[in-house]
């Protein structure tokens, strides 16, 4: 019973950042129709400027707040210089063009911070008794800090200035331009944002995870899957079938290894995006 | 010149080449089976729009079904070709599910998901697929009399043979009637429906056809290196193959098939000289995308088209 109860909060720990990173991916998608493969990498990235914050201040919030800010610039300037000249073009092109991005990324981060993987240490090595087993602190905040990011967020699209722009151009963006709507300020906004979304997750599991050149290889495939299979571009199916995921493989490696946990959940997704074409969200 | 004499022409000189190439002999082998998986992903990505990131699945598929049916003493080179033809067809009708149920990203994503979902089975597999050690098939096999697989040369021209079939035979199938059809989905498939088509039942099929080719590709070249691991299912070498036909030039045939031998030398080179490839290789995409949607080929036929002028 314990250790099912400690690997529901592991799955919730997965889970919610893997909402961070994919609600990222839905938005810039949703309103652009962009297919953002660079989208793992701006995750790694995200984990290499919590690193170089928590390395030069010794304070993990400042490691998270680098990331999210350095992110958000760095992303919205390779994302606009990429995907720029693209806008007008069919969504193929622009998918292959950050495809390119991706690489781009991770080789550099390759070049500049080597090969080894970069340990962050955890902001706090307490622990929690649940149940009379220790759970570490850290993973808790995780949790909270990404349930309220999150809901933040959701909050903002639906009562913030630009969340109302940036929610009318994804239903129309040529009407939305006709009525006043700054598109080129409203795809800086989306960029940053979704960008800073995947940079918070990769600060937030870098010390669980720690943070090498090829780490967001492993989480763009399931924040895709979870896109598509919430219903493209629906920020809150993405938050529930994250959840799920994350609960899925937590939950089924007890049982079986990770990988083949990821692996059935990935053939059960499969098999609902072939059932219900318009995934779980509508 | 006509292109039917170009061709003649392209095929004797590659004919004659082991020839010259001597110990690169299998170097080349390698560049035509590339250029045969590259082919194949083509008549999905660039005549069906269906944007298959998953296409080593296809390939690993082949390459395992044809390495397992060698390795248990099922059979021999042909029964393994035809197993892994077989075997790679099996997976077509799975991503031909995909393609009746499902179109543009969510297709991208299905695809990308079988490709990681089989590399994964390839490596938890371990009792079938011998895991992340792979199979290794150490004796040479008998193509025909005394001739084996371990004739360089031999072997080259029967995988030259097959890879210039393939393409007749695409050429064929595109401009067939039911090519025709399938470039007709892709310029307009609610027009192409008004008109009576069975648009899914033109899907499956050339997916079944991409498949096949991709299959024989992976035995081929699981033959030719004795070995198969997970990484021919997975979703590095789908994507890799993407760039080469985007970078070739997609809806041309032979433009991608160019583009992967170009690729292949240029990123061999670049790991010998530079110690790495992929910042060129990402700025090459980024640059095709922007630059020159129509790739290579698509460059080559503007440029031609200026010179006769």
Redesign the interface.
């Given at each position: 019973m314990d250790a099912v109860l400690i690997a529901a909060l592991n799955g919730l720990v997965i889970g919610l950042t893997l909402a961070l990173v994919a609600s990222g991916l839905a938005l810039i998608f949703g309103v652009m129709d962009i297919v953002n493969f660079a989208h793992g990498d701006l995750y790694m990235l995200g984990g290499y400027f919590a690193w170089l914050g928590v390395t030069f201040s010794g304070s993990f919030a400042i490691g998270l707040l680098t990331a999210v800010v350095g992110m958000a610039v760095v992303g919205t300037i390779a994302l606009s210089a990429t995907l720029g000249p693209l806008l007008a073009r069919h969504p193929l092109h622009t998918a292959l063009a950050t495809l390119g991005l991706g690489m781009i990324l991770r080789e550099s981060a390759l070049r500049i911070f080597g090969g080894d993987a970069k340990v962050v240490n955890t902001p706090f090595d307490a622990g929690v008794l649940i149940f009379g087993l220790g759970y570490p602190l850290y993973r808790l905040a995780v949790i909270a800090i990404g349930v309220m990011l999150i809901g933040t967020v959701w909050l903002y699209l639906r009562r913030g200035r630009y969340g109302l722009w940036i929610r009318a151009v994804a239903q129309d963006r040529d009407m939305a331009s006709a009525l006043g709507v700054n598109l080129p300020a409203v795809y800086a906004i989306v960029f940053a944002a979704g960008s800073a979304m995947a940079g918070v997750g990769g600060a937030l599991l870098a010390p669980i995870t720690n943070v090498y050149h090829t780490v967001g290889l492993e989480m763009l495939l399931p924040a895709f899957v979870v896109v598509v299979a919430g219903g493209m571009g629906n920020l809150q199916g993405a938050a529930i079938v994250s959840v799920v995921l994350g609960e899925i493989e937590s939950l089924g490696s007890l049982l079986i290894k990770p990988t083949a946990a990821r692996t059935l959940s990935f053939v059960l997704l499969i098999v609902l995006l072939l059932v219900r074409r318009r995934g779980v969200g509508r | 010149v006509k292109p039917t004499v170009g061709w003649t022409a392209l095929v004797a000189a590659l004919a004659v080449a082991p020839y010259l190439a001597g110990a690169w002999t299998d170097l080349l082998t390698e560049l035509l089976i590339w250029a045969l998986f590259a082919l194949s992903l083509d008549l999905m990505f660039g005549y069906a729009t269906l944007?298959n990131f998953g296409h080593a699945a296809f390939f690993g598929a082949g390459a395992y079904l044809a390495a397992l049916t060698v390795h248990h003493g099922v059979g021999g080179f042909w029964s393994g070709l035809l197993a892994g033809v077989l075997g790679s067809c099996v997976v077509g009708l799975c991503v031909g599910?995909?393609a009746a149920?499902?179109a543009?990203?969510?297709f991208?994503?299905?695809t990308?998901?079988?490709s990681?979902?089989l590399f994964?089975?390839a490596?938890?597999l371990t009792g079938v697929t011998g895991g992340e050690n792979g199979i290794y098939l150490f004796k040479p096999l008998v193509l025909w009399g005394d001739v084996t697989t371990a004739a360089g040369s031999t072997y080259y021209w029967l995988v030259l043979a097959v890879t210039a079939s393939a393409l007749a035979l695409a050429r064929r199938v595109i401009r067939s009637p039911f090519g025709h059809v399938v470039v007709a989905i892709r310029e307009n498939e609610g027009r192409t429906q008004a008109m009576g088509y069975n648009t899914t039942a033109f899907k499956v099929r050339i997916t079944l056809l991409s498949a096949a080719l991709a299959g024989l590709a992976g035995a081929l070249n699981a033959f030719m290196n004795k070995f198969i691991s997970p990484e021919a299912l997975g979703?590095t070498l789908s994507?890799q193959v993407?760039?080469w036909v985007?970078v070739g030039g997609m809806g041309t045939l032979a433009g991608p098939m160019m583009g992967a031998i170009a690729l292949v030398v240029v990123t061999d080179a670049l790991n010998r000289f530079m110690g790495?490839y992929?910042?060129v290789?990402?700025?090459?995409?980024?640059v095709t995308?922007?630059f020159l949607?129509g790739g290579i080929l698509g460059l080559l036929r503007s440029a031609g088209q200026r010179l006769r002028l």
């Amino acid at each position: 019973m314990d250790a099912v109860l400690i690997a529901a909060l592991n799955g919730l720990v997965i889970g919610l950042t893997l909402a961070l990173v994919a609600s990222g991916l839905a938005l810039i998608f949703g309103v652009m129709d962009i297919v953002n493969f660079a989208h793992g990498d701006l995750y790694m990235l995200g984990g290499y400027f919590a690193w170089l914050g928590v390395t030069f201040s010794g304070s993990f919030a400042i490691g998270l707040l680098t990331a999210v800010v350095g992110m958000a610039v760095v992303g919205t300037i390779a994302l606009s210089a990429t995907l720029g000249p693209l806008l007008a073009r069919h969504p193929l092109h622009t998918a292959l063009a950050t495809l390119g991005l991706g690489m781009i990324l991770r080789e550099s981060a390759l070049r500049i911070f080597g090969g080894d993987a970069k340990v962050v240490n955890t902001p706090f090595d307490a622990g929690v008794l649940i149940f009379g087993l220790g759970y570490p602190l850290y993973r808790l905040a995780v949790i909270a800090i990404g349930v309220m990011l999150i809901g933040t967020v959701w909050l903002y699209l639906r009562r913030g200035r630009y969340g109302l722009w940036i929610r009318a151009v994804a239903q129309d963006r040529d009407m939305a331009s006709a009525l006043g709507v700054n598109l080129p300020a409203v795809y800086a906004i989306v960029f940053a944002a979704g960008s800073a979304m995947a940079g918070v997750g990769g600060a937030l599991l870098a010390p669980i995870t720690n943070v090498y050149h090829t780490v967001g290889l492993e989480m763009l495939l399931p924040a895709f899957v979870v896109v598509v299979a919430g219903g493209m571009g629906n920020l809150q199916g993405a938050a529930i079938v994250s959840v799920v995921l994350g609960e899925i493989e937590s939950l089924g490696s007890l049982l079986i290894k990770p990988t083949a946990a990821r692996t059935l959940s990935f053939v059960l997704l499969i098999v609902l995006l072939l059932v219900r074409r318009r995934g779980v969200g509508r | 010149v006509k292109p039917t004499v170009g061709w003649t022409a392209l095929v004797a000189a590659l004919a004659v080449a082991p020839y010259l190439a001597g110990a690169w002999t299998d170097l080349l082998t390698e560049l035509l089976i590339w250029a045969l998986f590259a082919l194949s992903l083509d008549l999905m990505f660039g005549y069906a729009t269906l944007y298959n990131f998953g296409h080593a699945a296809f390939f690993g598929a082949g390459a395992y079904l044809a390495a397992l049916t060698v390795h248990h003493g099922v059979g021999g080179f042909w029964s393994g070709l035809l197993a892994g033809v077989l075997g790679s067809c099996v997976v077509g009708l799975c991503v031909g599910l995909f393609a009746a149920r499902s179109a543009g990203v969510v297709f991208i994503i299905l695809t990308a998901m079988l490709s990681y979902v089989l590399f994964t089975l390839a490596h938890v597999l371990t009792g079938v697929t011998g895991g992340e050690n792979g199979i290794y098939l150490f004796k040479p096999l008998v193509l025909w009399g005394d001739v084996t697989t371990a004739a360089g040369s031999t072997y080259y021209w029967l995988v030259l043979a097959v890879t210039a079939s393939a393409l007749a035979l695409a050429r064929r199938v595109i401009r067939s009637p039911f090519g025709h059809v399938v470039v007709a989905i892709r310029e307009n498939e609610g027009r192409t429906q008004a008109m009576g088509y069975n648009t899914t039942a033109f899907k499956v099929r050339i997916t079944l056809l991409s498949a096949a080719l991709a299959g024989l590709a992976g035995a081929l070249n699981a033959f030719m290196n004795k070995f198969i691991s997970p990484e021919a299912l997975g979703l590095t070498l789908s994507t890799q193959v993407v760039i080469w036909v985007l970078v070739g030039g997609m809806g041309t045939l032979a433009g991608p098939m160019m583009g992967a031998i170009a690729l292949v030398v240029v990123t061999d080179a670049l790991n010998r000289f530079m110690g790495g490839y992929v910042i060129v290789i990402g700025a090459l995409l980024i640059v095709t995308v922007i630059f020159l949607p129509g790739g290579i080929l698509g460059l080559l036929r503007s440029a031609g088209q200026r010179l006769r002028l």
